[in-house]
């Protein structure tokens, strides 16, 4: 099956900075979706990307549908420290969900 | 509350038992998956199922199996024959299409062999 490739594979950041991951595919998606997983948890979704070019936020969060259809980013800005977690990237084809390997994001206070 | 709901959360399994894992949802999705999930690696998909009385075998399919007999609810059982089963086990379901572009998931059960 397909992974999706997500950067970084993890970061360790002040608390108030901000923070960029995305993630590539050599397939084209009609959505992109980010979700934070905190240890022991299921993912929860945080943003729905739903045509190429869109931008969309959700609060401190930002994230994009590349133009290609073939990558998202996801900003988080002025770090918090319950912003900790793992973040995936997912990209549906309609049939299937495809996941990224995960960004770990470190808080530090 | 609408959710998707997995139990246990904690699963310990002897070598040689069959387990079987619970989900079930009240968000009268169609589309219901199930994913391993093992440390530092992504979700991969074990089975899916668009309807029910109908499942499909995702990538690692082998040593589970699944059924589909009600729209709310959609069991893995771990068999014997995974040779391998220690994971973080998640459940997800998808609203009907042509909304069903969005998966929203359980809290997990992890499966630890002893």
């Known amino acids: 099956g397909q992974q999706l490739n997500q950067s970084p594979q993890s970061m360790f950041i002040q608390e108030g900075e901000d923070v960029s991951m995305n993630c590539t595919s050599s397939s084209i998606f009609n959505t992109w979706l980010w979700y934070k997983q905190d240890p022991g948890e299921g993912p929860v979704l945080l943003i729905a990307?739903?045509?190429?070019?869109e931008l969309t936020s959700n609060g401190r969060l930002t994230a994009q549908f590349g133009i290609t259809r073939k990558d998202s980013f996801l900003n988080i800005s002025a770090s918090i420290p319950s912003d900790v977690g793992i973040y995936f990237c997912a990209g549906n084809t309609g049939n299937q969900f495809y996941f990224g390997t995960g960004t770990s994001l470190t808080v530090i206070p | 509350d609408g959710g998707i709901t997995q139990s246990p959360k904690y699963l310990f399994r002897k070598e040689g038992q069959n387990v079987t894992l619970s989900c079930e949802q009240n968000?009268?999705?169609?589309?219901m998956y199930w994913y391993r999930q093992d440390p530092g690696q992504g979700l991969r998909l074990i089975y899916y199922?668009?309807?029910?009385?109908?499942?499909q075998k995702g990538d690692i399919a082998e040593g589970y199996s699944v059924s589909r007999e009600k729209k709310e609810s959609f069991p893995l059982t771990v068999t014997s024959a995974q040779k391998n089963p220690t994971a973080f086990y998640l459940c997800?379901?998808?609203?009907?299409?042509?909304?069903?572009?969005?998966?929203?998931f359980g809290q997990g059960t992890r499966l630890t062999v002893v």
């Open positions: 968000l009268n999705h169609d589309a």
């Open positions: 199922s668009q309807i029910v009385n109908d499942f």
């Open positions: 990307l739903y045509k190429a070019g």
């Open positions: 997800a379901s998808s609203p009907p299409r042509p909304l069903g572009t969005e998966a929203f």
